[in-house]
C-alpha cells in the first residue's frame, strides 16, 4: 500500500532577506507565505501559487547553535561558491522565464540547453549563490 506523503517544504539557505525575496518574489513570482525574524535573523517561506501545499523556505544559513565557527565559515564559504545546495525548478515557458530572470540582473550560469539526457533547462544562482535550475516541461 503507498504512503500518503506529499513534499511540503524545502530549505535553501539565504544570506540576504532582502536580495533573496527580490529573486524569489519579483523576479521568479512566488507568494510570500511567511516572514519571520528572531534574534536578528529572518526565515522566508516562499511558493508558486499554483502549488500552496509546496514552499521554499530560505532560512539563515548556520543558525544552528550547535554548529561552531569554524564549521559555519566553511558553510557560507560553500553557499557564496555555489556548492552547497541546489534545486530544480520546472516551467512550460523556460524562455520567458530566462528571459525574465536575465532582465533582474540574477546571476546567469547556463542559458537555455538542450542537455544529451532529453532535457531543455537554463540555470541561475540565487542571491546568496545556490544554484536554480529551471527545466522546461514537455
Known sequence: MAMDITIHAAFLPQTDPDAALAFYRDALGFEVRNDVGYAGMRWITVGPVKQP?????LHPPAADPGISEDER???LELIAK???TAITLATED?????DRLQASGADVVQEPTEQPYGIRDCAFRDPAGNLIRINQLR
Open 73 to 75: 565559515r566553511t558553510i
Open 82 to 84: 555555489g556548492t552547497y
Open 94 to 98: 523556460l524562455d520567458g522565464v530566462f
Open 53 to 57: 501545499e509546496t514552499s521554499i523556505v
